[in-house]
């Protein structure tokens, strides 16, 4: 580390020093790359299990940097967090698939995009004005919007989240539970607010053919979604085997590699030409 001179400490020790500065070094470029056009959105195709066909995205952001080429989200989205950056970051992501979807509703493709929020959103007071603006300004349809959130946006039980919800609920957005199974609380928030959909995580269904525990707990899922009126996707599905089983359950829809990985909007666009042909 840098010899800072007489009495002075360096903040960080040799050995919390990779992992620090590495994270500084995405910061930095963050900052930079939100002005530079680094990032973009990329968007996975839903599938609804009863007629196999596309009737939303999810829409998944990408960053190419210049330096450190490209960086997955499970990486960069924790430092967006913890630095604040996410609510610039979350704007951008806004705005473009707000963007996209005026584009398909324009070429009359009525499709549903999910968007992803992170908890820090939730402390901008921006965050519905610039919703509603955006909505505005690209005159979609709300009720097409969706809005995915873990729980650990609602474990604060701060006011303003409660309010927030409320205020996206009355414009008529959509709420999914996302990453469904993996925490520990998440059934009481169920009831606590207005959830339209529940996203099975991909941790359950990656082994469900060989995982009897796993498929006990996928039915149960789905039924105890279902007695609640919510819809089930089921994330990360790769295989035909897990889509009849996902079907025979009663699962709604089905989103994973085995129907289509994250693609940008061109091919997005392509595929959705594809289908209409059909
Ligand atoms: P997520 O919300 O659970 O998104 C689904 C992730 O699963 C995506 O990873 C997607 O590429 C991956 N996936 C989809 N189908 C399959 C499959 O069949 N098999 C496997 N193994 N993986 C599959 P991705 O794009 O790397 O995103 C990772 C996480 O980063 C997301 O998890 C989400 O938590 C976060 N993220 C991505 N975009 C945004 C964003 O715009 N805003 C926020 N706040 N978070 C985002
Ligand atoms: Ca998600
Ligand atoms: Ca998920
Ligand atoms: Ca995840």
Redesign the pocket.
């Known amino acids: 580390s840098k010899k800072l001179g007489r009495n002075t400490y360096s903040l960080f020790t040799p050995d919390m020093g990779e992992g620090v500065s590495r994270r500084l070094l995405l910061e930095e470029q963050m900052r930079g790359g939100l002005g530079r056009d680094e990032f973009s959105?990329?968007y996975?195709p839903k599938i609804d299990l009863r007629n196999n066909r596309v009737t939303g995205v999810?829409?998944?952001?990408?960053w190419e940097n210049e330096e450190l080429g490209k960086v997955?989200?499970?990486e960069f989205?924790s430092v967006?967090?913890h630095s604040g950056l996410?609510v610039e970051?979350?704007q951008f992501?806004i705005f473009e698939?707000l963007r996209s979807m005026k584009a398909w509703a324009d070429s009359g493709f009525e499709i549903s995009v999910a968007?992803?929020?992170?908890p820090r959103?939730f402390h901008d007071l921006n965050l519905i004005p610039f919703i509603k603006n955006t909505i505005q300004t690209f005159k979609v349809d709300p009720t097409l919007i969706e809005l995915?959130i873990?729980e650990g946006v609602l474990m604060s039980g701060h006011r303003f989240i409660t309010d927030a919800l409320q205020s996206l609920n009355e414009m008529g957005i959509k709420l999914a539970m996302?990453?469904f199974g993996t925490g520990f609380s998440s059934l009481s928030y169920l009831r606590k607010y207005s959830f339209d959909t529940l996203?099975i995580?991909?941790s359950f269904?990656?082994d469900l053919m060989e995982d009897e525990e796993d498929r006990a707990l996928v039915d149960a899922i789905i039924s105890m979604a279902h007695s609640l009126g919510l819809d089930v996707v089921a994330?990360?599905?790769?295989t035909i085997d897990q889509v009849d089983y996902l079907t025979l359950q009663g699962c709604e829809y089905a989103?994973?590699?085995?129907k289509g990985?994250?693609m940008t909007f061109n091919a997005l666009t392509k595929s959705l030409e594809g289908e209409r042909r059909l």
């Open positions: 959105l990329n996975q999810e829409a998944l952001v990408r997955s989200p499970d989205i967006a967090e996410i970051l979350g992501v698939a968007i992803n929020l992170s959103q995915e873990t996302d990453d996203k995580d991909r269904i990656a994330e990360g599905v790769e989103q994973g590699f085995l990985r994250p």
